[in-house]
Protein backbone atom coordinates (compact mmCIF):
# COMPACT_ATOMS: atom_id res chain seq x y z
CA UNK A 1 0.00 0.00 0.00
CA UNK A 2 1.43 3.14 -1.00
CA UNK A 3 1.85 5.96 2.08
CA UNK A 4 -0.39 8.36 0.60
CA UNK A 5 -3.00 5.55 1.14
CA UNK A 6 -2.35 4.67 4.52
CA UNK A 7 -1.99 8.01 5.67
CA UNK A 8 -5.39 8.80 4.22
CA UNK A 9 -6.72 5.48 6.25
CA UNK A 10 -5.04 7.18 9.10
CA UNK A 11 -6.74 10.49 8.96
CA UNK A 12 -9.71 8.46 8.25
CA UNK A 13 -10.13 6.35 11.12
CA UNK A 14 -8.92 9.24 13.29
CA UNK A 15 -11.65 11.36 12.20
CA UNK A 16 -13.98 8.44 12.92
CA UNK A 17 -12.97 7.68 16.70
CA UNK A 18 -12.86 11.22 17.86
CA UNK A 19 -16.43 11.60 16.30
CA UNK A 20 -17.35 8.64 18.69
CA UNK A 21 -16.04 10.43 21.54
CA UNK A 22 -18.06 13.34 20.76
CA UNK A 23 -17.35 16.68 22.58
CA UNK A 24 -15.59 14.78 25.73
CA UNK A 25 -11.62 14.83 25.94
CA UNK A 26 -11.98 11.44 26.98
CA UNK A 27 -13.84 7.97 25.94
CA UNK A 28 -16.54 6.51 28.29
CA UNK A 29 -17.67 3.55 28.93
CA UNK A 30 -16.38 0.38 30.46
CA UNK A 31 -13.95 -2.99 29.45
CA UNK A 32 -15.02 -6.22 30.48
CA UNK A 33 -13.42 -8.01 33.65
CA UNK A 34 -11.17 -10.19 32.05
CA UNK A 35 -7.38 -10.92 31.74
CA UNK A 36 -7.15 -9.11 28.38
CA UNK A 37 -8.55 -5.71 29.17
CA UNK A 38 -7.11 -6.07 32.72
CA UNK A 39 -3.38 -6.39 30.75
CA UNK A 40 -4.53 -3.89 28.13
CA UNK A 41 -5.11 -1.24 30.35
CA UNK A 42 -1.73 -1.66 32.44
CA UNK A 43 -0.12 -1.36 29.19
CA UNK A 44 -1.74 1.83 28.63
CA UNK A 45 -1.18 3.06 32.02
CA UNK A 46 2.40 2.15 32.16
CA UNK A 47 3.41 3.59 28.40
CA UNK A 48 0.91 6.61 29.75
CA UNK A 49 3.02 7.54 33.15
CA UNK A 50 4.12 4.47 35.12
CA UNK A 51 5.20 6.55 38.06
CA UNK A 52 1.55 8.00 38.58
CA UNK A 53 -0.42 5.31 37.97
CA UNK A 54 2.20 2.86 39.58
CA UNK A 55 -0.77 1.88 42.50
CA UNK A 56 -3.14 1.25 39.66
CA UNK A 57 -0.81 -1.17 37.62
CA UNK A 58 0.34 -3.29 41.06
CA UNK A 59 -3.45 -3.88 42.01
CA UNK A 60 -4.00 -5.11 37.95
CA UNK A 61 -1.06 -7.08 38.45
CA UNK A 62 -1.75 -8.35 41.37
CA UNK A 63 -5.37 -9.46 39.72
CA UNK A 64 -3.60 -11.14 36.99
CA UNK A 65 -0.98 -12.97 39.16
CA UNK A 66 -3.99 -13.96 41.50
Do not use: C, F
Amino acid sequence: MLPEKLIEIYHRTEARLLAERGDKPHWTGELASSALSTATSVAALALHDATAHADRIQQALNWLSA
